[in-house]
């Protein structure tokens, strides 16, 4: 896509110069190509001084303007809303630019007709204003607004999209203007991305953006909690189930969430895999940002009306409503601000709990189970901590491009050297810890003969790991899948034994 952006603030050190230097970012993260034309750089007449503005002869500046405007497939306009309408330097541009010949033509045989000549093309506004946009909007009917993309350029063949308003500029504060620039940036993106629009294109999109490998082993391990009190009676629970929905749906919210927030890492990330770097689904262009806002929405609204049954048909409604607000804080908190637990070294503690920890202890409390009792408690702890070797080590391929975007992951706090150490160490733990639990009444019964498959499946990713560590490149600089795929499928004993154990 041709992009050219137009500047209509007077000023160059406007908030609407750094919304315009904004969207060119996104576009060109987009792939677009973006030409921009700064109107206060320019050196033209803005008043038709005769009869017809194609009479009156083009400056240099605007010669070349009308080159970029007959390039471009979208026209982006940013300028300040004064008094209700464009700044006189816009105005005066377009009266000068929009010439009979160049962007309409009337019919010869009845001039009450006209051809559209920029037919095709796209645009879209970006405004600041010290009126409340909504006010502007809905009281004042936008007039500057309709005046730019209805009367003129509509009236030249130009297709509006929506745009953006921001305001009101002299109460805002400078974080909510960060907000601001970081909104436009998005809608650059989302504009100027290039994807297929197709239904089974989008259905495609969304199911790579579900992510569903990651989903069976937190299903697992509510099963084992809830298996753990009821037996192979769990099953028959209508809590049971409600209870999965809830969390299925909290987890579809968490990894849209993290594709959301994670945007910035994902997109400088070259070595992503089927664990590691997104979905690629926004970075590839396959949804945008409002796609994933709807999705958010959607998958969250569905988890609370699936907690609310799931609520009611519990035993101990008490223990599940404090789980469950634990467990929608720390699932959607791992990316997403306030929290942002990821970003701050806390993001692989925080899956540990949220996919050890909440899942079992929710299996165990849905059924009836005291959120206090031992018993989940311990079948927790050495899946917990099994978990944590492979979200570390998820973090090596993405190193780099998390350091750059700011993500500070615990590869990219402790070095890469470091990560794999630790998780050496955390996989040696996690047997162990399944062994010592194997011997205490409070949970023989579900970690019996895990030994037989946990310590020899510790002892291969223990090698692998050290191989790892012997190789002269830099860990975060090899491919790690086979390591990865040993790390994620020691997580499964974990679930499984205590499964088979409890059927």
């Not at 239904?199 to 790579?208: C, E, G, K, N, Y």
């Not at 987890?251 to 993290?258: C, H, L, M, R």
Request: overall charge positive; some cysteine; charged content about 15%.
């Amino acid at each position: 896509m041709n992009v050219l952006l137009v500047l209509g603030h007077p000023r160059k050190d406007s908030l609407c110069a750094a919304l315009c230097a904004a969207w060119r970012e996104g576009a060109l993260a987009a792939g677009a190509n973006v030409r921009t034309l700064v109107l206060a750089d320019l050196a033209f007449d803005p008043y038709v001084r005769v009869h017809s503005p194609e009479q009156q002869p083009l400056e240099p500046d605007l010669q070349r303007a009308c080159e970029l405007i007959e390039w471009a497939d979208h026209l982006v306009f940013v300028h300040p809303t004064w008094w209700g309408c464009e700044p006189a330097l816009l105005k005066g541009f377009l009266e000068r630019v929009i010439m009979p010949g160049f962007a309409f033509r009337f019919d010869a045989s009845d001039s009450a007709t006209w051809q559209r000549l920029w037919r095709g093309k796209t645009s879209q506004i970006v405004t600041t204003m010290d009126t409340p946009p909504l006010l502007y909007r809905w009281f004042y009917l936008q007039p500057g607004h309709n005046a730019l993309a209805r009367a003129t350029l509509g009236f030249c063949g130009v297709r509006e999209r929506r745009g953006l308003r921001f305001g009101p500029v002299r109460l805002s504060s400078p974080p909510q203007r960060r907000r601001w620039l970081e909104r436009t940036r998005q809608a650059a993106f989302s504009t100027c991305i290039d994807r297929g629009d197709g239904p089974r294109d989008r259905f495609v999109a969304w199911l790579r953006a579900l992510r569903l490998q990651f989903y069976p082993m937190g299903w697992a391990a509510y099963a084992v909690g809830a298996m753990a009190f009821a037996g192979g009676s769990a099953f028959a629970s209508a809590a049971f189930w409600w209870g999965l929905l809830c969390l299925f749906a909290l987890q579809v919210a968490a990894v849209f969430t993290n594709e959301r927030f994670d945007f910035e890492s994902d997109r400088r990330n070259a070595a992503s895999g089927p664990f590691t770097g997104g979905s690629r689904a926004l970075v590839d262009g396959r949804l945008d940002f409002a796609d994933l806002r709807a999705g958010i929405a959607v998958a969250a609204t569905a988890a609370l009306v699936f907690a609310v049954f799931a609520i009611r048909l519990a035993p101990r409604p008490g223990d599940v409503i404090v789980l469950l607000a634990v467990a929608f804080l720390l699932t959607l908190g791992y990316t997403a601000p306030p929290l942002k637990l990821c970003h701050r070294g806390l993001g692989e503690v925080d899956v540990a709990i949220t996919h050890g920890f909440l899942t079992v202890l929710a299996g165990w409390v849905l059924q009836g189970g005291s959120a206090w009792a031992a018993t989940p408690w311990l079948l927790a702890l050495p899946l917990g901590t099994a978990v944590l070797p492979a979200i570390i080590l998820s973090g090596l391929p993405d190193h780099a491009a998390d350091a750059a975007a700011g993500k500070r992951t615990l590869a990219v706090r402790l070095g890469a050297r470091v990560a794999v150490w630790l998780a050496l160490v955390l996989a040696v733990v996690a047997a162990a810890l399944a062994i010592w639990i194997a011997r205490m009444p409070a949970a023989e019964f579900a970690y019996r003969n895990i030994v037989w498959g946990a310590v020899p499946w510790a002892g291969s990713l223990t090698l692998a790991l050290l191989a790892l560590l012997r190789k002269r490149h830099h860990p975060a600089d090899v491919r790690i899948d086979g390591v990865m795929m040993l790390a994620l499928a020691y997580m499964v004993w974990f679930v499984a034994v205590p499964i088979w154990n409890l059927r």
